[in-house]
């Protein structure tokens, strides 16, 4: 049988470690809090600890691994943050180099950006495709 993208990624270890290079990246990200909303959060670094451990717990269920996840759903914790597809772009644009950036193979990066993907109709609440 094959082995679980959790268990691919490095279980709970490699998974923490590489959010936690992300996160550090994402707080920085000048394209990423372009967005005022986003800024208000992403801007104080006293938010990285929660922000790191929430994110992380969200991407162990997200590949396979154990129910740790307490945090609200993809639709509630984006629904006021007027988040547009270039503000998701860049966030997967960002978590695409991370995962390149600590060397994880091609698979587990196809297939964890995959599952990034299937949750852009759940974050993306403003259509800017025309304006
Ligand atoms: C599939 C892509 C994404 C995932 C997996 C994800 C994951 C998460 C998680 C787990 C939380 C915490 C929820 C809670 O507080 O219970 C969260 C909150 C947040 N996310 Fe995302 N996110 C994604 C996309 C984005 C994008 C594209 C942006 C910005 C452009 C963004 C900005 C934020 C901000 C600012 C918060 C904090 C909101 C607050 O508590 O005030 N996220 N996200």
Not at 7 to 27: C, E, K, M, N, P
Not at 51 to 59: D, G, I, N, Q
Not at 88 to 108: R, Y
């Amino acid at each position: 049988m094959t082995e679980s993208l959790y268990d691919r990624l490095g279980g709970t270890y490699g998974i923490a470690g590489a959010v936690d290079v992300l996160v550090d990246r994402l707080f920085q990200n000048a394209s990423v809090n372009a967005n005022e909303n986003v800024h208000a959060h992403h801007g104080k670094p006293a938010n990285a600890p929660g922000y790191k451990f929430l994110v992380t717990a969200w991407s162990i269920e997200a590949a396979g691994g154990p129910k740790c996840y307490p945090g609200l759903d993809m639709e509630a914790a984006h629904s006021t943050l007027q988040i547009d597809d270039e503000g998701f772009d860049a966030v997967a644009l960002e978590i695409a180099a991370t995962l390149s950036f600590l060397g994880v193979p091609d698979a587990e990066h196809r297939e964890f950006m995959n599952i990034i993907e299937g949750y852009r109709s759940s974050v993306v609440t403003l259509d800017t495709a025309f304006s």
